[in-house]
């Protein structure tokens, strides 16, 4: 049940709260529609964000962007180097992707990804799911500064 507040807005519990990125693989493998009415079928989607359209140079900043800390990306330091394995993993020669925000249980947001990567047939690299409200804010801020400036503004050091 939803508690409204004096203020009239509902409140979402953040622990319930969850941003899904469909990579490009996903719609380069033609199971985009497929895969959206799964997640739709399951879990509350409560916005949706389309990408621009990105250079793999611009994919890989987002990558880094979002498994910001993860030994598996590599640092700083070493320009991001293992970068390059998961970005071209989730590229296709579909340009597109986008992050879907949905309320749910994390066990069924975890059900649903592991139905949508077997759907898409490339695992891993057909969507993404954050497991905390610090991920989630961080994927959040990542993609909506993607959508405003491309990150044309910014530059991230890699090699």
Known sequence: MRRIFADGEARVRTDRLHALIMWPATFGG???????QLINGALQVKHRLLLPSMHYSTLRQFVVRVYAGEDFIGTEDDGFRFSTDKSKGVWRESDRAQILVVEAETNLVLQVKEEVRRMCGVGRHALHTTDSIEEFRQVWQTAT??????FHTESLWMR
């Open 30 to 36: 033609y199971r985009a529609n497929d895969s959206e």
């Open 145 to 150: 500064r993607l959508r405003e400036t491309g």
